[in-house]
């Protein structure tokens, strides 16, 4: 009879559905896990790039051509704009000297961080991460906007140098614009260490990216 058959068939119609349903629940649950577990892998990949991109500006700002130049730069027009009435030619061997080899503008990368912005992959880090990240960042970029401004007044600084009438204005405008550049570059060199701390607490991340690879370039042979 056909009630008979029903009964016979619904328990394994029930079943047969609850196993569909828990198929397509676990094949869900496993496609959520696998891309999560890709995305855990891009942002741990982000961060190894952030890593060396911080640690490769630091290395940058503490070499012999910027921070410590500039310090020696901003010491010489210290001392020259120090004195009452300068002269031309008290003036022009401390222009000399920033002549010689120039104030040098630090070439600070950012190609990571606007490719992990981009990406969306900032959004999956820790908050603390990205607002330490966007505070360095936004920083390299003020201290490129000062190097701008200054190179922008540098004719009128000239200008008043060449005919006299501006010798105390022209070292006084240099002084205090070492004097921030050198203050933001050392404010960003501790601000690089607190990044390497937090995100590469034990120099995992900057050893690896040291190891030499094969076919790297950077690979010795005996």
């Known amino acids: 009879m056909p009630s008979v058959r029903w009964r016979r068939w619904a328990p394994r119609a029930v079943f047969e559905s609850l196993l569909i349903v828990f198929s397509l629940i ?3 649950g496993l496609t959520d896990w696998a891309e999560d577990r890709r995305t855990a892998e891009r942002v741990r990949e982000a961060r190894a790039y952030l890593v060396a991109e911080i640690a490769a500006n630091r290395a940058l700002l503490v070499d012999d051509q910027y921070l410590p130049h500039h310090r020696r ?5 210290r001392q020259a704009s120090d004195a009452e009435r300068p002269t031309q030619q008290q003036a022009m061997p401390v222009f000399q000297a920033l002549f010689e080899t120039g104030i040098h503008v630090a070439p600070l990368r950012d190609a990571v961080w606007r490719s992990a912005s981009s990406s969306g992959l900032t959004a999956k880090m820790p908050l603390t991460e990205v607002f330490l990240l966007s505070d360095i960042y936004r920083q390299q970029e003020q201290l490129g906007r000062m190097s701008e401004t200054f190179v922008t007044g540098i004719p009128a ?3 008043g140098l060449e005919n006299g009438t501006g010798v105390k204005a022209a070292l006084t405008a240099v002084n205090l614009h070492l004097g921030d550049i050198t203050a933001s570059e050392a404010g960003l060199i501790r601000q690089y260490d607190a990044a390497l701390a937090r995100l590469d607490p034990d120099g995992r991340l900057r050893r690896e ?10 690979a010795t042979t005996r």
């Open 73 to 77: 730069l901003n010491s010489l027009f």
């Open 157 to 159: 600084l000239l200008a």
């Open 26 to 28: 676990l094949a869900l």
């Open 209 to 218: 990216a040291a190891t030499p690879r094969p076919g790297d370039g950077r």
